[in-house]
């Protein structure tokens, strides 16, 4: 990982990298389509005939990383790329089921996928052979791996709401089948949640959860449109939260947790660097944070590399990332039950970590 407009920051031991990778983590935000193995881009691209830039996986998963956006939406463009390979049962299923794998080797044992189908049926695929050959290539992870494994479906901003409402009953439809709920995504500036809350209200109605990505290319009243105007349970990024003192207040007191994506905020510029970063500031007043990739590819990023730099530019110390790790499994859109087997199995790991952790890095209070 490099972040270009970064200082060094502290140099980790790698004993205690090592700790963070074992680390028990769930990831929450993760797109599908930015989050392709560098090789098998490279070989769906080369079976459709598409030529890319460079021909070996190491190089492309360089130029793939988006390190030279000015904003989300110079960002977003660079899905063109792997869209283009995802849009046949085979591929999906194949790009799914490596999602979990390599999710797997990161330590984490739980991952929530999202994706928006549409944009999978330029080449005849239903939504429902979409769906099929997403959920089914999770299925095959998590039964593999341990790893649990579910989907969000994604809406597009940018689209008119009827395509949001079809993406709502897409995901209504798949809720007991691994779908477990629905969010709205694409470029956030000019494109405000309230065109779409018929949708959310159909998905809310259903009794689907509902995460919306907001306050990462917008303002703070585009994360007001998500809570008042969508209902969501989670805000997808929620970088410009502290823009608004009530609002603020609100999901602070809410316990609305915030799906952060530290290294995906800093390459869209929603914050200056990585050491810049409001998350320090809400999880000291005791907001519910977590960590995530948002695109392992597009950000050149893994789960244990997000919490590796927030050690490195933050001084966060095992306990806090602990805490912050256990966050992520209290978050998960998962039954109650399930959550809470999961959550605690992820506790009784991370007393057994503590007991590895360079003493520097262990801090004050008990991980738990």
């Not at 999901?251 to 970063?277: G, K, W, Y």
């Not at 933050?314 to 039954?335: E, I, K, Y």
């Not at 087997?341 to 007991?355: D, S």
Request: hydrophobic residues 45%.
């Amino acid at each position: 990982m490099s972040l270009s407009t970064e200082g060094e920051g502290r140099v980790l031991n790698p004993a205690f990298i090592s700790v963070l990778q074992a680390l028990p983590k769930a990831e929450l935000h993760c797109h599908l389509d930015g989050s392709l193995r560098p090789g098998t881009l490279l070989a769906l691209s080369e079976a459709r005939g598409i030529t890319l830039p460079h021909h070996d996986a190491a190089a492309l998963a360089r130029w793939m990383r988006v390190d030279d956006a000015h904003n989300l939406e110079e960002y977003l463009a660079r899905f063109e790329i792997t869209l283009a390979v995802m849009q046949t049962a085979e591929e999906l299923e194949r790009i799914a089921h490596e999602l979990v794998l390599d999710a797997a080797l990161d330590g984490v044992r739980y991952l929530e996928v999202r994706f928006c189908p549409s944009l999978n049926m330029r080449e005849g695929l239903s939504g429902d052979d979409v769906m099929n050959a997403v959920l089914h290539g999770l299925m095959r992870g998590e039964k593999e791996t341990g790893t649990v494994a579910r989907c969000i479906v994604c809406a597009l901003r940018s689209l008119p709401w009827p395509h949001s409402m079809e993406m709502a009953e897409l995901a209504v439809a798949y809720q007991q089948r691994g779908v477990v709920a629905f969010d709205l995504a694409g470029g956030e500036l000019g494109n405000p949640a309230h065109e779409h809350a018929a949708a959310f209200e159909y998905a809310r109605n259903n009794n689907l959860a509902v995460t919306v990505h907001a306050g990462e290319g917008d303002g703070a009243g585009s994360i007001h449109e998500a809570l008042h105007r969508c209902g969501a349970n989670r805000l997808g990024h929620g970088t410009r939260l502290q823009e608004d003192a009530a609002l603020e207040a609100y999901v602070v007191d809410r316990r609305i947790p915030l799906e952060v994506c530290p290294t995906s905020n800093v390459q869209t510029h929603a914050v200056p660097s990585f050491a810049e970063h409001p998350m320090q500031r809400y999880l000291a007043l005791g907001a519910v944070v977590t960590i995530n990739t948002d695109n392992t590819m597009m950000s050149g990023v893994t789960l244990t590399e997000e919490y590796s730099a927030c050690a490195q530019y933050l001084g966060w110390d095992f306990s806090t990332l602990a805490r912050v790790s256990l966050n992520a499994f209290d978050a998960a859109f998962l039954p109650y039950t399930a959550r809470v087997a999961l959550r605690e199995r992820a506790a009784r790991e991370i007393a057994q970590l503590a007991t590895a952790v360079p003493p520097m890095y262990l801090g004050a209070e008990a991980a738990v």
